[in-house]
């Protein structure tokens, strides 16, 4: 596993190893690797990331993004050391570096057009919760567990909490998790919905890299379009989402991969799929 750009590390990467890059047979695995401060995220962490999911968007020999960390936390959320400095505030000037930072890290996962699993190992808090709820797939250890640590610092709800959390679990246990910060073991969040699979600890990397494979081969652009007509399925009308499925499913029918599924399945065959 590399750091990410690191051809450019010596000159321009200021992030050195804390955020890792491996592309493998179509998976772009990502691993926050800042063990020692629980994997909280920097912003040069965090403007790293938001590149890297936008690159995946483009590049045709992305099929899956997996986001995994390092060491005992998932990620505990921003790195709150530059928090609370001196000097005159200016009305807008916080709320344009949130919706520039932590919301725009959640909606590049949001927005990208690859499948993204969340595997969580350990302690998903604040942000960090939101980056796996933000994920298509979440397959979480054993012992990992989610918080929605804001309001324990004196905080309101950021990085994407406000629009996700209530569609993942409805608007009562939504405020719940918000206004007490109580943990979430990982079996719980998996009755909830927010997690698709739980297993051992010893067993996270074989179960994401199982979700991993099978998306590494499927038609990447098919999911692509429905991961977006699913994501806007919420707040659309009836009208506008039946609009948007008839685009998608006239779009894609000029896939290659459109052809080859048809093709595979009149033959009587495995379909062999490019991803596009």
């Given at each position: 596993?590399?750091?990410?750009?690191?051809?450019q590390q010596?000159?321009?990467?200021?992030?050195?190893?804390?955020?890792?890059?491996?592309?493998?047979?179509g998976?772009l695995?990502?691993?926050?690797?800042r063990?020692?401060?629980?994997?909280?995220?920097?912003?040069?962490?965090r403007n790293?990331?938001?590149?890297?999911?936008?690159?995946?968007?483009?590049?045709?020999?992305?099929?899956?993004?997996v986001l995994?960390?390092?060491?005992k936390?998932?990620?505990?959320?921003?790195?709150?050391?530059?928090?609370?400095?001196?000097g005159?505030?200016?009305?807008?000037?916080?709320?344009?570096?949130?919706?520039?930072?932590?919301?725009?890290?959640?909606?590049?996962?949001?927005?990208?057009?690859?499948?993204?699993?969340?595997?969580?190992?350990?302690?998903?808090?604040g942000?960090?919760?939101h980056?796996?709820?933000?994920?298509?797939?979440?397959?979480?250890?054993?012992?990992?567990?989610?918080?929605?640590?804001f309001v324990?610092?004196?905080?309101v709800?950021?990085?994407?909490?406000?629009y996700?959390?209530?569609?993942?679990?409805?608007?009562?246990?939504?405020?719940?998790?918000?206004?007490?910060?109580?943990?979430?073991?990982?079996?719980?969040?998996?009755?909830?919905?927010?997690?698709?699979?739980?297993?051992?600890?010893?067993?996270?990397?074989?179960?994401?890299?199982e979700?991993?494979?099978r998306?590494?081969?499927?038609p990447?652009?098919?999911?692509?379009?429905?991961?977006?007509?699913?994501?806007?399925?919420?707040?659309?009308?009836r009208?506008?989402?039946?609009?948007?499925?008839?685009?998608?499913?006239e779009?894609?029918?000029?896939?290659?991969?459109?052809?080859?599924?048809?093709?595979?399945?009149?033959?009587?065959?495995?379909p062999?799929?490019?991803?596009?």
């Amino acid at each position: 596993m590399t750091a990410v750009s690191q051809s450019q590390q010596d000159t321009t990467d200021p992030i050195g190893s804390t955020v890792l890059r491996d592309l493998t047979d179509g998976v772009l695995t990502i691993t926050l690797n800042r063990p020692e401060a629980a994997n909280a995220i920097r912003a040069d962490q965090r403007n790293a990331l938001i590149s890297l999911f936008t690159e995946a968007d483009g590049d045709p020999d992305v099929r899956v993004v997996v986001l995994a960390a390092d060491g005992k936390h998932f990620c505990s959320g921003a790195d709150v050391g530059g928090i609370g400095g001196g000097g005159e505030k200016r009305v807008g000037d916080p709320m344009r570096k949130i919706m520039g930072g932590a919301q725009r890290l959640v909606t590049s996962i949001l927005d990208c057009g690859k499948p993204v699993i969340a595997s969580v190992q350990g302690v998903a808090a604040g942000m960090g919760a939101h980056l796996a709820y933000a994920a298509d797939l979440v397959v979480a250890s054993e012992q990992a567990s989610f918080i929605e640590s804001f309001v324990l610092r004196g905080l309101v709800v950021d990085a994407g909490g406000a629009y996700l959390l209530p569609r993942r679990i409805g608007l009562q246990k939504a405020k719940e998790l918000a206004f007490f910060g109580d943990r979430l073991p990982a079996a719980e969040a998996l009755a909830l919905g927010l997690v698709n699979k739980v297993v051992p600890a010893d067993e996270l990397a074989a179960a994401t890299a199982e979700y991993a494979a099978r998306l590494a081969t499927a038609p990447t652009s098919a999911i692509a379009l429905t991961k977006k007509l699913f994501n806007t399925s919420l707040d659309v009308s009836r009208e506008a989402a039946f609009l948007d499925e008839g685009m998608a499913q006239e779009i894609q029918s000029y896939a290659a991969d459109s052809g080859e599924g048809v093709a595979a399945f009149k033959e009587r065959r495995s379909p062999d799929y490019r991803g596009w």
